[in-house]
């Protein structure tokens, strides 16, 4: 049995409404299709009903984007301000050492905080779960290195055993490798991309930020 705390029920919080010149910006610019503007709007509802319960939350990119969306509506932000317990503020990273794991902490509490709240887990669509990366950055530095020794390799055999078979084998070889691309993977980045088709997205806050109220 999951123990979670239910919301204390503030109806002007969902049932406020938003611009519509928010939805059609929304739509525009990140080509999110109707059902998942309805989705981000309740997860954007849901997260300030977190960030206004005391603690330093961070949204996911999804939510991040309708709530930079939501300042841009300067009057409509300030008016929306009034049926919250505090204002609203938004808190962006600065680009201090130790910026990433602060948010990406913020970002794994966030979510524990959700389904605490919620009594439910935040949906994966809008709230992507940490995990690493896979990048190509080591086969990337590695590959002149790689290059390198097979070329001294074949010139040496070459010198010793003959050109004219040698050469062809080379050029395999070598073909061979770029066909490959280089190298192994490394773990690198701290986030997993949505389906950008219907408007998912990587991990995190989008500005690389919080909020407090």
């Given amino acids: 049995m999951t123990v979670h705390r239910a919301p204390t029920p503030n ?5 406020w409404s938003l611009p519509a010149g928010l939805h059609d910006r929304l739509q525009r610019e990140h080509g999110w299709t109707a059902p998942f503007l309805a989705g981000a709007e309740r997860e954007y509802r849901r997260f300030v009903y977190l960030a206004t319960q005391g603690q330093g939350v961070t949204p996911s990119q999804s939510v991040d984007e309708v709530w930079h969306a ?91 055993m003959g050109w004219p078979l040698l050469s062809g084998l080379g050029v395999i070889a070598l073909l061979a490798l ?3 691309g280089g190298g192994s993977m490394t773990l690198a980045g701290d986030g997993v991309d949505g389906d950008s088709s219907d408007g998912g997205s990587s991990c995190g806050s989008g500005c690389g930020g919080g909020c407090g109220s």
Avoid at 11 to 15: H, I, K, M, R, Y
Avoid at 101 to 107: G, I, L, M, S, T
């Fill in 11 to 15: 109806p002007a919080l969902n049932t």
């Fill in 70 to 160: 939501h300042i841009l509506f300067t009057r409509d932000y300030a008016a929306f301000q009034a049926v919250l317990p505090a204002p609203l503020h938004h808190e962006p990273g600065t680009g201090a050492p130790g910026d990433d794991d602060h948010f990406r902490e913020q970002y794994a509490r966030t979510l524990a905080e959700y389904a605490l709240t919620f009594g439910e887990a935040a949906p994966d669509t809008y709230w992507p779960r940490p995990a690493a990366v896979m990048t190509p950055a080591t086969s990337v530095r590695r590959q002149p290195q790689t290059w390198m020794g097979l070329l001294g390799a074949f010139i040496f055999l070459t010198f010793l």
């Fill in 178 to 180: 770029g066909a490959r």
